[in-house]
Structures are given as structure tokens and as C-alpha cells.
């Protein structure tokens, strides 16, 4: 069974900077991805970034590209997301999700209300920005 675990979040000021990892176990080939979602209070969850698990395939949306970075150990079962020059609009629960035979590619962070899809989800991590 997959287990994902995040940690990392916490306060910080605007313009500072976060690294979230996510710990991953029981993952099996078939795993192709892990994908970063957030959900800032009273909004939609909203796809951040994913990277591949078997190549060096990355991707981030538009509003966290040159200030966020996503990477993974070599064994795999850990994914950073490095978030620089933070804002308060980076502010919410910041969780990372996998499913059988997911790409990271644009489609899998534009899924929007189709996120409850993934079948693999860890519990989450808050990140407070303040102004």
C-alpha cells in the first residue's frame, strides 16, 4: 500500500522561503509521478507541480515558475518542492498525491474538481505567507 507523508510547512514572512518534502513508501513501478496540489482557504485545490519518477520530466504552473523548484532523491521515494520568494497568495495546505500510471504533464496540474481521482494522497502540509 503507498504511503505519502509531507512535511516542512510552516510561517513565514513574504519573500521567504519553504522547502516541503514528501516521503513516499510502498511505491511500485507503476508509480510513474508524484504531483504537489494546494488549497488556500475557501478555494479550489489547485495542481502546483509534479515530477517523474522514471525520467527527468518536471513541470510547474505559470504563478510559482522561477520562484518554485520540485525535485526527488535518488531512490525516489522522497519529492522536494523548494518554494522561494514566497507570497501571500502561496498561503494553504500544500499536499502531494500519486496514482497508478500518472504523467506529469500539464493536464495532470490543470485536473482541478478532478483531483479527487488520484487515488493516493498525504495528509498535508500547512504554509502560512505574511505580508
Known amino acids: 500500500q503507498v504511503h505519502l507523508v509531507e512535511s516542512g510547512g510552516g510561517l513565514v514572512q513574504s519573500g521567504g522561503s519553504l522547502r516541503l518534502s514528501c516521503a513516499a513508501s510502498?511505491?511500485?513501478?507503476?508509480?510513474?509521478?508524484i504531483a504537489w496540489f494546494r488549497q488556500a482557504p475557501g478555494k479550489k485545490r489547485e495542481g502546483v507541480s509534479c515530477?517523474?519518477?522514471?525520467?527527468?520530466?518536471?513541470n510547474l504552473i505559470a504563478s510559482v515558475k522561477g520562484r518554485f523548484s520540485i525535485s526527488k532523491t535518488a531512490d525516489k521515494n522522497t519529492v522536494h518542492l523548494q518554494m522561494n520568494n514566497l507570497k501571500p497568495e502561496d498561503t494553504g495546505v500544500y499536499y502531494c498525491a500519486t496514482h497508478p500510471y500518472l504523467i506529469c504533464d500539464d493536464y495532470l496540474l490543470s485536473l482541478g474538481e478532478r483531483y479527487t481521482s488520484l487515488q493516493t494522497w498525504g495528509q498535508g502540509t500547512l504554509v502560512t505567507v505574511g505580508t
Open positions: 515530477i517523474s519518477t522514471t525520467d527527468q520530466t518536471t
Open positions: 510502498g511505491l511500485v513501478s507503476a508509480h510513474y509521478a
